[in-house]
């Protein structure tokens, strides 16, 4: 993981934690309707003004895990998914939702049991996360998916999360993958998805990284 700090913004009612390690920037906490965060107020993230259920709905819009929050009365801060999918962005990561179990993922970032963002160019420097490294490196990919996968059994549940050494994602579990222009494209309990950025079948994997010499490390 990098270095970045780790921000906890601390209210009555609510703590909100911003893990610096993860966060690209989306911007859907900035955008979001309401006071929980505006640009240029210090601290730009204040809990007291927002009520519980507007806080869990601006931090379950980050799609990076890097928000989470925790409430003073012991409320469940945050849910699965009702559906586990993995949303294939236009030049950029895999978005993974649901009830994950991410191989690695430390425990003191609880926004990662929910969101995820996964490299799928190979460059990150923070892997198996996005850090934004696809920008600087050109990568293209528009996030088409031609495959539509055997089905799945049924919907939610855990979804695992593995990274082959030096190879693809491993995702276990009952799955829909979205292509990047919304359209739920494939459904089914198993996938290796390419994360070096070579496959000729993206997002799936197709061996290629044995021929580029990608190293996950």
Request: aromatic fraction near 6%; hydrophobic fraction near 30%.
């Amino acid at each position: 993981m990098s270095d970045q700090k780790t921000v906890h913004y601390k209210g009555e009612r609510a703590t909100v934690t911003w893990d610096g390690s993860l966060c690209i920037h989306i911007g859907e906490c900035g955008r979001a309707r309401g006071e929980l965060f505006v640009g240029g107020r210090q601290p730009w993230c204040q809990p007291d003004v927002s009520g519980a259920d507007e806080i869990r709905e601006v931090i379950e819009r980050c799609p990076t895990g890097a928000l989470s929050v925790e409430f003073a009365d012991g409320s469940v801060p945050e849910v699965a998914a009702d559906e586990n999918s993995v949303q294939v962005a236009y030049n950029g990561p895999l978005f993974v939702r649901g009830d994950l179990n991410i191989d690695g993922a430390p425990d003191d970032i609880p926004g990662l049991k929910f969101r995820a963002a996964l490299c799928r160019c190979g460059q990150s420097k923070n892997k198996p996360f996005c850090d934004n490294s696809h920008e600087d490196a050109g990568f293209q990919d528009y996030g088409a998916v031609g495959e539509q996968g055997g089905g799945a059994a049924e919907s939610g549940g855990k979804l695992e999360v593995s990274f082959a050494e030096n190879g693809p994602v491993l995702v276990k579990g009952n799955l829909e993958i979205v292509a990047s222009s919304g359209r739920t494209a494939w459904r089914g309990a198993k996938a290796a998805l390419c994360r070096c950025g070579a496959s000729k079948n993206k997002p799936f994997c197709d061996g290629e990284h044995k021929k580029i010499g990608f190293r996950s490390d």
